[in-house]
């Protein structure tokens, strides 16, 4: 296992930590029927790297891991997570958290079904309307009916005490909840904690301050779904608000270094650009005193 933190420091074998087991946006990279020149390379020359957000939680103590969101990838990402954490030979977690009924962030579910892996009542924590939705409608109602995955209700502000040494907090965020409500996350260890916000509307529409929010935390996992606001040429953004990179480097920039490098841009549509570490905009990206999430990113907890 690579036993190195999200800043290059050295971790304690029995630290807790999360591993990035994906950093693009929910459809992935290549991106369905896209004919630019970010996709059409890598259908001819894939890049393992390129998985849709997710994030494993380890316990190496207490020999036990969770997930953040159930993507399309979260066969390989699941394997990725037990893998490194070396004390189990099985994939299956010991719970999934979900910040919301968006593709990418729920589908890879349908996995601990009949025509997968038939789990046993795997632990799945959802917000309420998340919870009655996936109740509800099927493909997700027969998981539940049959005890494929057991559904755990989260609330606005109250943790989840997953171990003795750590803790998940949901908080809602703006966003376009067609079908359920939208959280990001706080995740607590003993020594470090992280905040997690992978989709989010625009900072200004959210009933707390962004800047202030990072004070309080020492990694920060932010929405990159956009370098620039003209990405995705002649498609409406008001139908995809997210906030930019850009913008969010703007209202970073006369923050102190210290507050600027606690920032993980993750995310990424398949348009951005920062998806390549050798792209000029990932160097202005670092440049500034921030930083990108990488695949198998690891930060001690």
């Known amino acids: ?18 591993v990035i087991l994906g950093t693009v946006q929910d459809a992935g990279s290549p991106h369905i029927n896209c004919t630019k020149n970010c996709c059409t390379i890598l259908r001819s020359f894939p890049d393992a790297t390129r998985k849709v957000v997710s994030l494993g939680i380890v316990d190496p103590v207490e020999h036990k891991c969770w997930l953040l969101e159930a993507t399309p990838d979260i066969t390989s990402q699941l394997a990725v997570m037990n893998e490194m954490a070396m004390f189990t030979e099985s994939d299956i977690p010991d719970g999934i958290f979900l910040t919301h009924a968006h593709i990418g962030h729920y589908s890879g579910l349908v996995y601990m079904g009949r025509e997968a892996i038939n789990a046993n009542h795997v632990p799945v924590y959802t917000m309420p309307r998340m ?35 750590i803790k998940v907090t ?16 706080i995740i607590e ?29 020492d990694h920060a996992l932010l929405d990159a779904t956009f ?44 348009t951005n650009p920062m998806l390549d570490k050798n792209s000029e905009e990932s160097d202005v990206v670092t440049g500034k005193g921030f930083n990108i999430a990488r695949y198998r990113q690891v930060f001690g907890l």
């Open 131 to 165: 919870k009655t939705y996936l109740e509800s409608n099927g493909p997700w109602s027969q998981l539940v009916a049959i005890g494929n995955i057991k559904l755990m209700e989260l609330n606005q502000g109250v943790p989840v005490q997953l171990s003795e040494r």
């Open 189 to 217: 260890g003993p020594e470090k904690k992280m905040l997690f916000i992978p989709d989010i509307d625009k900072w200004e529409k959210w009933g707390k301050d962004i800047l202030k929010e990072v004070m309080t935390v």
């Open 170 to 185: 949901p908080f809602l965020v703006p966003h376009r909840d067609e079908f359920s409500e939208t959280v990001g996350f």
């Open 1 to 18: 296992m690579h036993a190195l933190s999200g800043m290059g420091q050295q971790r304690k074998a029995e630290t807790p930590y999360v």
């Open 227 to 270: 370098y620039r606001g003209e990405e995705l040429g002649n498609r409406d953004m008001s139908e995809v608000p997210h906030p930019t990179v850009e913008e969010t480097m703007k209202l970073f920039e006369n923050q102190p270094e210290e507050q600027k490098s606690k920032l993980f841009f993750i995310h990424m549509n398949h």
